[in-house]
């Protein structure tokens, strides 16, 4: 198993900028098939956001682009630079984990709240 250490989130008001971070610790380094964020807001789907594949590439989904920035930071964490966030970023924001070996991990979630 898996536990994701989820930091960063809170309240911010439109135009503002938030990090989050997410840190692994239970699993090896090669099993890292990809690293990233999710958000889920209420009565909506969880959508990704931001992803790093073990490779190095990058997906990001069309509405941050521009906007939010992962990175990582090293081996096993990874941060999301949010700027220019809008009351529509509203959500719950999950980190994820997938190992190349199959499952998939999810951290407990941060509250990202953007007000007017």
């Known amino acids: 198993q898996e536990q994701l250490k989820e930091s960063g989130g809170g309240l911010v008001q439109a135009g503002g900028s938030l990090r989050l971070s997410c840190s692994a610790s239970r699993t090896i380094l090669s099993d890292i098939a990809a690293m990233g964020w999710y958000r889920q807001a209420p009565d909506k789907a969880r959508e990704l956001v931001a992803l790093i594949r073990r490779g190095g590439s990058i997906d990001y989904a069309d509405f941050v682009k521009g906007r939010f920035t992962i990175t990582k930071d090293h081996a096993k964490k990874v941060s999301l630079q949010m700027n220019g966030l809008k009351p529509e970023d509203t959500a719950v924001y999950y980190c994820?984990?997938?190992?190349?070996?199959?499952?998939?991990?999810w951290g407990q979630g941060t509250q990202v709240t953007v007000s007017s």
């Open positions: 994820s984990l997938q190992r190349v070996s199959g499952p998939q991990f």
